[in-house]
């Protein structure tokens, strides 16, 4: 008997291009295809979902990350992938975190995706060992180090110096020193410019919990 499998993405691209891989299996049956991680634990309840591909930063700003963490806790018997093409490392820990079961990222494929779903459901557990690495500036993300990638995060949330400081147990000063080393090596002149540069490469997206 297919698996069957659930589709969360919000992008009709990503959402065809899966559709198209379960349709070429004979390991596997479409449950249903969504635009939103709002619904995806209501599919789930209904006991004939096997396995979900889940993007996980959504339009309607739903978490496909959370969405996760919710149906693991609820029907951990269900195998999650994490699906996306955004690089910001904490997507990955985050994932870690939660309990899902493999994580593929959409822009670079290291294995094909059934070739993942097939080895998922078999039990394995398929995890790049680093994001792909994205521009900033002048910079690829390689060059910045955690705390920087953690500042930038906070930055893109319109947080002030002290607040971005009191949330990383900082110094005002010693704040400003990571800021400045961003700014050095992106060659971007401002915080704002870093904040806006950072959302698009994906590289720190604000609000990861």
Known sequence: MPYRVLIVDDQIMPRQ????????????????????AKVADVYCSAGNVDLVLMDVVMSDDSSGLEAAARIKASYPRIKIIIVTSMPDSAFLKRAREIGVDS???????????????DRTMAGEH??????????????????????????????????TDKEIADKLHLSVSTLRYHINNLTSKSGLSSRTELAVNAVR?????????
């Open 17 to 36: 291009l899966f559709e198209s891989f379960v349709e070429s299996s004979e390991n596997y049956e479409l449950a249903a295809s969504v635009d939103t």
């Open 103 to 117: 994580f593929w990222y959409k822009e670079v494929q290291e294995a094909p995706m059934l070739d993942v779903m």
């Open 126 to 159: 398929i995890f790049p060992d680093r994001p792909p690495e994205a521009k900033l500036g002048l910079a690829s993300s390689a060059d910045f180090t955690d705390r920087e990638i953690e500042v930038l995060r906070l930055l893109a949330e319109g947080l």
């Open 201 to 209: 490469s994906g590289i720190a997206i604000p609000g990861i919990k």
